[in-house]
Every structure is written in C-alpha cells, then in structure tokens.
C-alpha cells in the first residue's frame, strides 16, 4: 500500500538557517504530493503541493520538487524565521481523494 | 467563523461512556473525512464520506461509527470509550474538484482523553 516517510524530529535550528525535511514516499501510479503545516493548537493546513513528476511547488518562501526518480518530495525553504515553528507533515494522494500522511517532523526555531 | 466547525474542543471522559464528535462545514464540499492524530503516529483516517448516502471505512475504523446527516454535517462517534482512544481528532473535508489533486481542509481538532 501507498506510504509516507519523513524524517524524524524535532528539527532545531537558528533564525535565518536553511531548511530541509527529507520526505519519500511509496504508491502505485502517480501520485500527488503535498506538504502540510500544523501551528500549535491549530489543524493543518495546506503549504504547497505538485501533481507530476518534476513539479515544483512553492509557498512562503517554501518549495519542494516532485522526483519521480528517488521518490522524494524534501521540503526546503532558505532562511527560516520563529514563526516557522511547527509541525510539517509530508503526503500523497494516489486516488480516491483519501491521503496517506507521514507521521510529522517537529521545526523549532530559535531567534 | 471557521470554515471547518468541530465540538467539543476538548473533551475528558470517562472508560464505557458514549462519546460524539461533531463536524460541520461552510464550505459546500461533499466530501468529509475523520482523522485521528497521535504523537510519533502522523494522521491516521477513520472514516470517510464521498456523500450522504456514501460511507467508507478508513485504515482503523475499529471502534468508531459515523454518521453523515447532510452534506454539510459528519459525526464520529465511540460508542464505548476505552483510553487507547485518547488522541486529537480531526474533521476535513474537500470537493471534487480539488478533491482529485487531493487537498483536504482541516477543522481545528478535537482533543479527547479517555480516562
């Protein structure tokens, strides 16, 4: 079946650092990918998304590319800010409209 | 006022009691869904409903009922709680045509322990 793996956190890192979360995944077809955002105490919220392979998707300063190759999704965003923390999950879409989630990755940062 | 309406919020209840969740939504979508989050375990789908008269089970629906009363309104409930079923719940929902690109739209949860 369709599954999800992200790296595990949290991820701690200074304002201004680069970011990246590692994300494969495993499905039949051709899935799509998104990347959602949980702030604290709210429910998730879409980030960005692609729906083919060597799609790039972008939002607030984060991007992610859809390879097919690797099976990857990494989420990336240059320069981080302390209203970034949250807890970022990866996902796929294979059909149906149902999506399989990957089990989150924590981001913290500190000013 | 959210798009996405769940209540209670919070909940603490008792082991062997009924316990409801409810989700309403403004959005018009005919697609509703309930998940349940844990720590360490990422969202996990309970339940899904593609229309009224539509019900699916999702990937741990053990334990769990719903019910869609109209397209607007989805309820989950457990009809004996035990305190493995403490987890954050959520409600979402999406429509056909986002739907097959996958975007779902998330109430804010509801935090249920199980005493």
């Known amino acids: 079946g369709d599954s999800v793996t992200q790296m595990e956190g949290p991820v701690t890192l200074s304002e201004e650092a680069f970011l990246t979360i590692n994300c494969t995944y495993t499905?039949?077809?051709?899935?799509?990918l998104f990347w959602y955002v949980q702030y604290p105490g709210e429910g998730l919220q879409l980030l960005l998304k692609a729906t083919k392979a060597d799609d790039k998707g972008s939002n607030k300063g984060f991007e992610a590319t859809y390879r097919k190759e690797t099976t990857s999704f990494h989420l990336e965003k240059g320069s981080v800010q302390v209203s970034d923390s949250a807890v970022y999950f990866c996902?796929?879409?294979?059909?149906?409209?149902?999506?399989?989630f990957g089990k989150g990755t924590m981001l913290l940062v500190s000013p | 006022d959210a798009d996405v309406t769940q209540t209670p919020r919070n909940r603490i209840t008792k082991t062997g009691k009924r316990i409801m969740l409810e989700c309403s939504q403004t959005?018009?979508?005919?697609?509703m869904y309930w998940y349940r989050q844990d720590p360490g375990l990422g969202l996990r789908l309970i339940y899904y409903s593609f229309d009224v008269k539509d019900i699916n089970k999702g990937e741990i629906s053990d334990g769990y009922s719903v019910s869609r009363q109209a397209q607007a309104k989805f309820s989950l409930s457990l009809e004996s709680a035990i305190p493995n079923q403490t987890a954050l719940y959520f409600c979402a929902t999406s429509d056909y045509s986002t739907g097959n690109t996958g975007e779902l739209f998330f109430g804010e949860g509801s935090r249920l322990t199980v005493l």
């Open positions: 996902a796929l879409s294979s059909g149906y409209s149902t999506l399989t």
């Open positions: 959005k018009g979508h005919d697609r």
């Open positions: 499905a039949t077809g051709y899935p799509s």
